[in-house]
């Protein structure tokens, strides 16, 4: 059988219309009527039967008859390769979507159906190979940030920890892993040095006087009064 869908239709459509052809020549003119003759003369059941003329509805209804059950048939055979093929790329589609790039296809034939077997395969072989690299460069970054002595804490929008790498869980949580946990709750929790730490506010130190202020809008001014009569700029406000 033709590989090619094209072909497997046009011999479908061609052995349909030569089965109707020849179907309904055999009920009109040959050899259904001289065999219903001889028969129902042999059997002594009266006159013989009157043949449908052609092109009548009894004709055509009686070709269909025969001739759609064979089609139905024929058809069933010829698409069977494109079911096997739908269904083997709908599940290949699925594993897809559950993050499973390892299913591949066998190609069977060179039409159509081959073609976008090889091409689905294609696809499964890109995807599989981005998705490698991808991991590869999660496991590097994620081993650059937990190895780096800076603590770096991530906080989703309900303020708990989404992240955390090894030098933020030894100062805040003895070590143990900290997703999932309440940040505020582990900080309230941590030593008052820590906490003092964190909430401590951030001190400037003038490069003019040499002198250290925390940073508060009017002690910033006069700092920056006092650098400007020095000709310096402040290094807390730029001025």
Excluded: K
């Excluded at 449908?52 to 001739?67: E, F, K, L, N, Y």
Aim: charged share 15%.
């Amino acid at each position: 059988m033709p590989a090619s869908l094209r072909a497997r239709f046009t011999l479908l459509l061609a052995c349909a219309a030569l089965g109707g052809v020849l179907v309904h020549a055999a009920i009109v003119q040959w050899p259904l009527p001289q065999a219903l003759a001889w028969t129902r003369l042999a059997l002594g059941l009266g006159p013989a039967w009157a043949a449908p003329a052609p092109g009548s509805v009894a004709a055509v209804v009686a070709t269909a008859a025969i001739v759609l059950p064979f089609c139905a048939w024929a058809a069933t055979v010829a698409l069977a390769p494109l079911r096997r093929v739908l269904r083997a790329v709908e599940g290949s589609v699925m594993s897809y979507r559950d993050g499973d790039f390892s299913l591949s296809l066998v190609a069977d034939g060179q039409g159509e159906l081959g073609e976008l077997v090889r091409l689905h395969n294609a696809l499964g072989d890109a995807l599989r190979e981005q998705r490698q690299h991808l991991a590869q460069r999660e496991l590097l970054l994620d081993t650059v940030v937990q190895n780096t002595p800076v603590a770096l804490v991530l906080v989703d929008a309900q303020g708990h920890v989404a992240y955390a790498n090894i030098a933020a869980r030894q100062l805040v949580f003895e070590g143990r892993r900290m997703e999932g946990q309440s940040f505020a709750a582990l900080v309230a929790a941590a030593p008052e040095a820590l906490r003092d730490a964190r909430w401590r506010p951030a001190r400037t130190r003038c490069s003019a006087s040499r002198s250290t202020a925390p940073t508060r809008p009017s002690t910033c001014r006069s700092a920056a009064s006092a650098c400007r009569g020095g000709r310096t700029r402040c290094s807390c406000c730029g001025a």
